[in-house]
């Protein structure tokens, strides 16, 4: 495990853009941490780096694709009620895609997330520095906690 500290939304957004030029091609990274940890603002900075600036929230949409080079998928479980809503969005399908794939509020879907895969906890809110812990699941993953 790596713990980064992001004291602005700024070096969270910059946390992102490393993070999507570290990451293989496909990968899947799961975000924690409650509402306004930051997992939007780290998503936007892995959009930035993939050429996209529109990045919002999928919350109601469940999940956003972005046509970049490789493809950023981004999808939000915040109002799922289960694994089963997820799946209905054809999530399955999407894990086997050549892409970069990031979902917020991992907490809520538990079962669904591939054995390989590499997980980011954010703590702190408000204006507070964030937290941001790293941890790998899979050794594809290790090298990508050593490149942050
Ligand atoms: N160090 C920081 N890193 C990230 N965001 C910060 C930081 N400091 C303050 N903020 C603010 O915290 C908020 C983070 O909002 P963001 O939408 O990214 O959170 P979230 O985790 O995606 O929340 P939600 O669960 O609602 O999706 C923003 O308003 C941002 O300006
Ligand atoms: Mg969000």
Redo the contacts with the bound molecule.
């Keep these: 495990m790596k713990t980064i500290v992001?004291?602005?939304?700024e070096?969270?957004h910059s946390l992102g853009r490393r993070l999507f030029r570290a990451l293989p091609v496909p990968s899947f990274v799961a975000l924690y941490?409650e509402?306004?940890?930051?997992?939007?603002?780290l998503v936007r900075g892995m959009g930035a780096e993939a050429g996209t600036k529109e990045v919002r929230?999928p919350t109601f949409t469940i999940v956003h694709e972005y046509e970049t080079e490789p493809r950023l998928v981004h999808f939000?479980a915040?109002r799922l009620a289960d694994a089963e809503e997820l799946y209905a969005i054809g999530f399955e399908d999407y894990l086997t895609q050549q892409a970069v794939l990031v979902l917020?509020?991992a907490e809520r879907v538990p079962e669904a997330l591939p054995k390989e895969r590499l997980e980011l906890r954010?703590f702190g809110s408000g204006?507070e520095?964030?937290t941001v812990e790293i941890v790998p699941f899979g050794t594809a993953y290790e090298s990508v906690v050593d490149a942050l």
Excluded at 6 to 9: D, G, L, N
Excluded at 35 to 41: D, H, Q
């Design positions: 992001c004291k602005t939304e070096e969270t941490g509402l306004g940890a930051g997992k939007t603002a929230s939000d915040y917020e509020w954010l204006d520095p964030r």
